[in-house]
């Protein structure tokens, strides 16, 4: 099960912002780096933003990634259609043995 | 340009042994951490194991006993051999590589009687 908790959807209208958060614990995002993927509908997951705020080549810049303590969050400014998608969280966790722990995910739907 | 191919997925009884492979191309596996990631049908993702360069491998509570993570450098392959099946294993199951930079299309397994 998972251990990272995201709100389960989010919404905006195009050109709004949408706030996705991402709680964990000491042993995961508190210790290690948070990265975040993208799924579109039908398809394997992205690699969207790594080391909690970096974005890779092909992102757009209305994507940004933040961490702070034991959360994270994932901010889409300027959301557009194609945004319209499944996101989520995922940091290394250390507490029992090594293990990649994903967080529950959200649905980000443009209205 | 990096391609991960999954393939092996397939209907299988409760107890019942699978292996899925995962070839590479445009990347080396033996030089770099290769994990399974799993997706429950309607369900969120799974990190399943990892085998890092230096061969150690880990693996999620869910598998850890049922399931084995191995490669082979001469086919620039990733395996993982899963035995002792449940229902609950039924998902489609993700190649990946890296620092999670790439991802296969996936292979879909079904657990039932």
């Known amino acids: 099960q998972s251990v990272l908790t995201q709100p389960p959807s989010a919404s905006g209208t195009p050109g709004q912002t949408v706030t996705i958060s991402c709680s964990g614990s000491?042993?995961?995002?508190?210790?290690?780096?948070v990265n975040w993927y993208q799924q579109l509908p039908g398809t394997a997951p992205k690699l969207l933003i790594y080391s909690n705020n970096h974005r890779l080549s092909w992102v757009p810049d209305r994507f940004s990634g933040s961490k702070s303590g034991t959360s994270a969050s994932l901010v889409i400014s300027g959301l557009q259609s194609e945004d319209e998608a499944d996101y989520y969280c995922?940091?290394?966790?250390?507490?029992?043995?090594?293990?990649?722990?994903f967080g529950t995910g959200t649905k980000v739907t443009v209205l | 340009e990096v391609n991960l191919v999954e393939s092996g997925g397939d209907l299988v009884h409760p107890g019942g042994s699978l292996r899925l492979s995962c070839a590479a191309s445009?990347?080396?596996?033996?030089?770099?951490?290769m994990h399974w990631v799993r997706q429950a049908p309607g369900k969120g993702l799974e990190w399943v194991s990892v085998?890092?360069?230096?061969?150690?491998?880990y693996y999620a509570a869910s598998v850890k006993g049922r399931f084995t993570i191995s490669r082979d450098s001469s086919k620039n392959t990733l395996y993982l051999q899963m035995n002792r099946l449940r229902g609950e294993d039924t998902a489609v199951y993700y190649c990946?590589?890296?620092?999670?930079?790439?991802w296969g299309r996936g292979t879909l397994v079904t657990v039932s009687s």
């Open positions: 995922a940091a290394w966790d250390d507490s029992l043995s090594v293990s990649y722990v």
């Open positions: 000491s042993s995961n995002i508190g210790t290690n780096i």
């Open positions: 990946v590589g890296g620092d999670f930079d790439y």
């Open positions: 445009g990347f080396t596996v033996r030089d770099n951490y």
């Open positions: 085998i890092y360069s230096g061969g150690r491998t």
